[in-house]
């Protein structure tokens, strides 16, 4: 991993096994939501995973990576270590972004 650059709102390709109950199973792209001060310095980032499934959730936000439509999953947050992330995809576009930190604050606040 030394040499990666891990920035908030890049998407990687993460394996999310093992998993437990209702928890995001699979490898999957997630968009690392973590600051990126943490992420330069802690071997681990905070992550929210894609999905194709559309929920009329509120901690869900639309999205639109690499012609594919989907949902952040921000209710499924979760902590992982950089050996999961196995490859950089791309970054979500500024608009996104500004949705997922909106949400985020709305959810933590």
Partial sequence: MSGN???Q???????LNPTKGSEVKKSRP?????P???NQHLNTVIVAPLSHTQKNYPSRIPSFFKNDAGQIMLDQLRCVDKI???EKLGSIDATTSKDILKVLRTMFS
């Fill in 30 to 34: 997630c968009v690392i939501v973590s």
């Fill in 5 to 7: 650059h891990f920035n």
């Fill in 36 to 38: 990126n001060a943490m």
């Fill in 9 to 15: 709102f890049d998407v990687w390709e993460i394996d």
């Fill in 84 to 86: 999961r992330l196995h």
